[in-house]
């Protein structure tokens, strides 16, 4: 039996917890199959009964809310997005190559999928239940208790009151036009486009207004931007950390495939990019030499900002080892860093070095 309805050829990292990438097929659709969709999880898939099934809104609210899902679908107009998630940790192989990296899962590129998602605006329900002065952050909470937070506790997470507030973040019934499947949250997720993927947190239960971030674990200790280095002679700074929210400009090579051997001479290179928070890719370069010189790719239309855009080029591959590499610049003109090495740190979280496939080609 395949986990979670997933297809076989998923990259499971780990059943229990169920952490498991979409594989490189299935990457290239625009809209990623729910059966290939990646799946995040820091503990395990609760169950709900839907028709228990209440969602609080408390906090720094006037009027506190209690709903079932009968009242979301009638009291709001429903709303159908497109919207990528990625996981913070999407591409942490590049890191853990520079140096290694314990207790996290060395995700590929594929902790990443982009469904259509359906449901109402967080922010309708929010103006029923008037944020108060001094509201500045919503927290959300879900259903599954996570052995691995300290202490063990609810997975939650929360986004600043205007990010709460932007038309774009939904809280979704619905995935691809079937029902939610347990695995990604039913039976209503947050989906916090163009943030990291924690922040869209799943079997949700409440939503409190508050004037200070989450204090829960996946929001004030993980998910955060440890300095780091990668030399382990050199001490790393002290810190706490910067909390990740926003996406930042990231690229993938789908095809060819690392470390595969071709036939020598013009040879399909695709992938995919994507910039984040409210931004579109602007422009993909490929490079058959390591990064010397560089030809321009084609990159698909911005059917949003909050979707991924595939891109593609025809590259004319010589014989013998080649390192192709990609680079992107998003709309604000943000370039990526070259080297995994300029952004080692200790969780491995935000790799957006420039993607290589190293191939053999003849
Ligand atoms: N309740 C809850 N929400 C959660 C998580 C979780 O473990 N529990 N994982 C988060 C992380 S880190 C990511 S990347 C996305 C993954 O969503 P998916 O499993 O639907 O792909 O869900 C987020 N929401
Ligand atoms: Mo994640």
Known sequence: MSLWGKRDDMIVHERDPFNAESPRSALQFHVTPVDAFYGRNHGPVPTADAALWRLGVDGLVGRPLSLSLDDLRARWQPVEAEVTLQCAGNRRAGLIEVRDIQGETPWGAGAVSTARFRGIRLADVLAEARPRAGAAHVALAGADVSPLADPP???????????????????????????????????????????IGARSVKWLTRVTVRSTPSDNHFQAVAYRLL??????????????????????????????????????GPARVAGYALAGEGRTVARVDVSRDGGLSWQRADVGEAASPWVWQHWHTTLDLPRGDVDIVARAWDSAGAAMPESPRQLWNPKGYANTAWPRARVRCG
């Open 227 to 264: 300095p780091g280095d990668p030399d382990p002679g050199t001490a790393a700074p002290d810190g706490d950390g910067i909390p990740l929210g926003p996406l930042t400009l990231n690229c993938a090579i789908l095809h060819p495939a690392d470390h595969a051997h071709l036939p020598n």
């Open 153 to 195: 506790q609810p997975y939650g997470g929360s986004v600043p009151l205007a990010k709460a507030l932007s038309p774009e973040v939904l809280l979704a019934w619905s995935m691809n036009d079937a029902p939610l499947p347990p695995v990604h949250g039913a039976p209503l997720r947050a989906v916090v486009p163009g943030w």
